[in-house]
């Protein structure tokens, strides 16, 4: 519900990334709305499909300096994980605090971790 309502009040220019203050962002993107787990009777991966294809970033950074897919697998989307690492997130990255996808992965499912670890990515 979240990802939809900011998706109609967004501006177009907002619809692909948040804007920026300086070299962090100061809210979340469109994507990151499509990754939190709120949104569970909305077709989280296609929405997360039809912005990456509109040019949303990827590796955009919430204040938390969260990605996109450090949010899905911490939520526990494994649909939402499944899109993003097809469409080319960085599976490696890691929020400021250090943690990575499988991080928290292990927060949320064991099916996240899985996918996580077919897609090779391992504990630190």
Same mark, same amino acid.
Request: charged share 20%; proline share 5%; with cysteine.
């Given at each position: 519900?979240?990802?939809?309502?900011? %998706? $109609?009040? !967004?501006?177009? /220019?907002?619809?692909?990334?948040?804007?920026?203050? *300086?070299?962090? #962002?100061?809210?979340?993107?469109?994507?990151?709305?499509?990754?939190?787990?709120?949104?569970?009777?909305?077709?989280?991966?296609?929405?997360?499909? %039809? $912005?990456? !294809?509109?040019? /949303?970033?990827?590796?955009?950074?919430?204040?938390? *300096?969260?990605? #996109?897919?450090?949010?899905?697998?911490?939520?526990?989307?494994?649909?939402?994980?499944?899109?993003?690492?097809?469409?080319?997130?960085?599976?490696?990255?890691?929020?400021?605090?250090?943690?990575?996808?499988?991080?928290?992965?292990?927060?949320?499912?064991?099916?996240?971790?899985?996918?996580?670890?077919?897609?090779?990515?391992?504990?630190?």
């Amino acid at each position: 519900m979240y990802a939809t309502r900011a %998706l $109609l009040q !967004a501006t177009p /220019a907002e619809i692909i990334n948040s804007p920026t203050s *300086g070299d962090k #962002p100061n809210g979340w993107s469109c994507l990151h709305f499509a990754c939190d787990g709120s949104d569970r009777t909305y077709f989280r991966a296609e929405l997360c499909r %039809l $912005l990456v !294809a509109a040019h /949303a970033d990827l590796e955009f950074r919430c204040p938390k *300096g969260n990605t #996109p897919l450090l949010l899905a697998t911490s939520t526990g989307q494994a649909d939402v994980v499944t899109a993003l690492l097809a469409l080319g997130a960085d599976r490696h990255a890691c929020n400021y605090r250090g943690q990575g996808a499988y991080e928290g992965a292990l927060r949320s499912s064991g099916t996240i971790a899985q996918l996580l670890r077919d897609a090779g990515v391992h504990p630190r």
